[in-house]
């Protein structure tokens, strides 16, 4: 399959986002571990395993498709200082994620790339389930419960 400079554009800003998303859930893993927060903090690490996952699905996509997975530079990490605003700047880098997968998979199908469509379609579905996991955890701190 011939080189797609926008589909790799596409792959490449997944992975730096996939990066990013690591870093910041093993950094407030570390600070709600340290606020002895301990079911948060294993979620969090639960949750950066995935997104590294994510990560080698889309390295694994771009050798296939002969693309070099060069390093990016990520941008700073967002902890937070509190568990509801990890959750608040969590949720916001999940949108990101949405948008920018929900757009790629959108393109690759109107390129015909079946597989990577269907590899973005898959992060898509990962990613609406995190924002709707970080939703109800919002919606039980409003509500005063300890989600």
């Known amino acids: 399959m011939a080189t797609d400079p926008r589909r790799t ?4 800003r997944a992975l730096g986002h996939e990066l990013a998303a690591v870093q910041q859930y093993l950094a407030q893993a570390s600070l ?3 606020w002895q ?13 995935e997104e ?3 990560a080698q699905q889309l390295i694994e996509r771009m050798l296939v ?8 530079q990520l941008p700073p990490i967002r902890p937070g200082r509190t568990l509801e605003e990890m959750l608040l700047i969590d949720r916001v880098l ?21 597989e990577t469509q269907v590899l973005f379609a898959g992060l ?3 990613e609406l389930g995190h924002l709707r996991d970080l939703d109800r955890m919002l919606t039980e ?4 419960a300890t989600p």
């Open 65 to 72: 498709l002969g693309i070099p997975s060069n390093g990016t």
């Open 94 to 114: 999940e949108i990101e994620a949405i948008r920018l997968y929900e757009e790629a998979a959108h393109y690759c199908a109107r390129m015909r790339d079946g």
């Open 124 to 126: 898509l579905q990962d």
């Open 141 to 144: 701190i409003h509500q005063g």
């Open 37 to 49: 927060l301990g079911r948060h903090s294993s979620r969090f690490r639960r949750d950066a395993e």
């Open 52 to 54: 590294l996952g994510h």
């Open 32 to 34: 709600t571990a340290m």
């Open 9 to 12: 554009g596409y792959l490449m």
